[in-house]
């Protein structure tokens, strides 16, 4: 059997972005190079978040690639020397699973890979989801700051919105912690398939409700969380307003620290900010719908 391996190089900011489109396009295995002293680390923990100029990025593919389908997934994120191998069977697989633990967030939240088997404390909330399926597996800071957020929320009875929910972890997760219903939503169709199968994994799937972006016109939620880019988090401010309920929250990640004030003063025309929260480089910042 053939393995492919790609490689690229891209500035800091860009490492973890690349990296979420590339699980999300199958890579079972992502790997980083700092190439001023070619130090190279496997799996970050929570807690860090490198500040690199120039980062070569690795993956390993199952299924064949090439570079245009890279060029089509990657658009415009910004990267150079884009090099693809292939070489012969090894037991990638099993090594990578091997890395990729359970993952607590917070006090009872669990995310845990379809072959690990764990035996719940009567508190724990288990979220089985597997990396590499699509964006949101867990192990990014931004990811990590709305599934802490959930977990000391409290759901009960509300309606969710997950915008831009590539494997649906922040909507199931809604649902196993309590919330009476989710909307999920993606511009990309395949994550709203991935979010499906994540969502019957989970015994959610008749309390989930999955629409493309053109479907949620009219829709009304108390919460929506949207983890997603700064720039996209800008433009969707007035979609956003529409989409609550009246007192509605809005949940936003993936917002760079140097970011949060721009944000506050574009939206506080229509929101209210409730509280800002901060973990490394990164932020999440709640409002409510004024």
């Not at 989801?129 to 700051?145: C, K, Q, W």
């Amino acid at each position: 059997m053939l393995w492919y391996n790609l490689e690229l190089s891209c500035q800091q900011e860009k490492t973890f972005e690349i990296e979420e489109f590339l699980l999300g396009f199958g890579a079972l295995s992502v790997s980083f190079t700092y190439q001023k002293n070619n130090e190279e680390f496997y799996e970050l923990e929570s807690t860090e978040t490198p500040l690199w100029d120039l980062v070569k990025i690795s993956a390993i593919f199952e299924k064949k690639i090439s570079s245009k389908d890279i060029i089509k997934i990657l658009g415009k994120t910004g990267y150079s020397n884009l090099i693809i191998t292939k070489f012969k069977d090894r037991n990638w697989i099993k090594s990578y699973q091997k890395e990729y633990m359970p993952m607590q967030f917070g006090e009872n939240l669990w995310i845990i890979p379809s072959w690990e088997e764990r035996s719940p404390n009567a508190r724990d909330v288990i979220l089985k989801m597997d990396p590499g399926m699509a964006f949101g597996s867990g192990t990014h800071e931004t990811t990590r700051l709305c599934l802490e957020y959930l977990e000391r929320s409290t759901l009960t009875g509300l309606i969710i919105m997950d915008y831009g929910c590539g494997s649906g972890i922040l909507s199931i997760a809604s649902l196993l912690l309590g919330a009476s219903y989710a909307l999920a939503t993606d511009t990309d169709h395949h994550a709203l398939e991935i979010t499906k199968e994540n969502s019957i994994k989970n015994n959610v799937a008749s309390r989930i409700k999955i629409v493309s972006v053109e479907e949620i016109h009219g829709l009304k939620v108390d919460l929506l969380i949207s983890n997603i880019f700064f720039n996209t988090l800008i433009k969707l401010r007035d979609r956003y307003s529409k989409l609550l309920n009246p007192g509605g929250v809005i949940v936003l990640s993936g917002i760079m620290l140097n970011q949060v004030d721009p944000l506050i003063n574009y939206y506080q025309r229509l929101f209210k900010l409730k509280r800002i929260i901060n973990k490394d480089n990164w932020s999440l910042v709640e409002f409510e719908l004024r």
